[in-house]
């Protein structure tokens, strides 16, 4: 296989975290593709008791990212990091002796706790390893396109899994997502220690600050909504093809291939344009408006027919991930370049309940308001982005305004 060329011009330690997030992504890969199989026919739940588990963990955990960002904080990223990858990777080795749906729903709840907890903790890691922001783009991007080649090739050797369909055979499988989690939790631990910040002086731009100011929370709200691409894609997407146009039932699968294939080619360049405060503000608009393009595209999909549906279903993935890269990599850069060092784990973490929040509700609001309204639900997505984008360029701009090391067009 080969890697991104990003990976080459990481430091050795880059290389380790994405290494880690490669053979982390190969395992969830694995267990995306044949965990539904695993409860429903070796463990005997339902697949209403699966999907019902997942939900209910999801909002109960959202506080565990806040709790893994406060001990970043006080005992080093690169720790905690170490100890959510081996929590996670003994949770899956759980799932392969679960009997019932109580057990099912405990350590469904703490594998999702600590899922929720990685990604704040690896970007506080990334903020304090790497002082110089394309650097730190760098290594992000890099980690989100291994991480995706390897959610790829892991569902790909699920099928495997699925083909033998042995009680064996999926306890295999759990034991080699474990080894792969433990496997990243120790490429950490070889990182070296980075020395934790101390505290800013009070006043000095509202760095010492312990909580985010309304700039920083306001971004995180905004955020939540930017967020939306993911479900967009894995729930609306799907829906509406299969119910709501004339494209063919196999439309759903291209579309999927073209979202990884795009992302996996554009994140990196794309990342390297969020380069200082107003180009990486100005991304948010551009971000927002790619997703308001897709949402229209989708809607004009319902009315159109044929060739022309299929084409403007092709548009709107390629629109939708434009989106996804641009907003990403714009807000990596300001959800560290806007929190202050001492601090970092606790912003970041408060900055990932965006996401998070939106992986627990998005579902909902997208099966119930927007495809519930058809082409006037689109549209009504489309005026949302469009303009969520416009204000969050600016809160971003008016946060940094307050930091004196980022005003002008200095890199954060």
Known sequence: MRLPGGVHELTADGRRLALAALVQSLGIGLFTASSIAWFTRHVGLTANQVATGLAVAGAAALAASLLAGVLADRHGA???LAVVYAGRGLCFLAFAFVTNLWEYLVVTLLSVAFDRAGPPVLQALVAAALPEQRDRGRLLAVVN??????LGLGAMAGGVTLTLDTTRAY??????ITAAFLGGALLVRRLPATPRPTAAPAGEGGRARALPGRHYLTLTGLNFLLSFFDVLLLVAMPVWVLQHTSAPRATVSVLYALNTVLVVVAQLPVSRLAD???RSSRMLLWGGAALAASSLCFAAAGAAHGRSAVLLLVAAILALSLGEVVTTSATWNLSIALAPAEARGRYLSIFGLGLA????????VVTGLLLGSGAVGWAGAAVVFALTGAVAERVALAGGAQIPALVGEGTP
């Not at 396109?145 to 390897?150: A, D, F, K, L």
């Open 171 to 176: 306890r295999i499988t759990m034991l080699l």
């Open 145 to 150: 396109v291994v991480r995706n080649i390897g």
């Open 276 to 278: 200082g405060l107003r």
């Open 78 to 80: 690169r720790r905690i």
């Open 357 to 364: 929040t939106e992986r627990v509700f998005g579902p909902v």
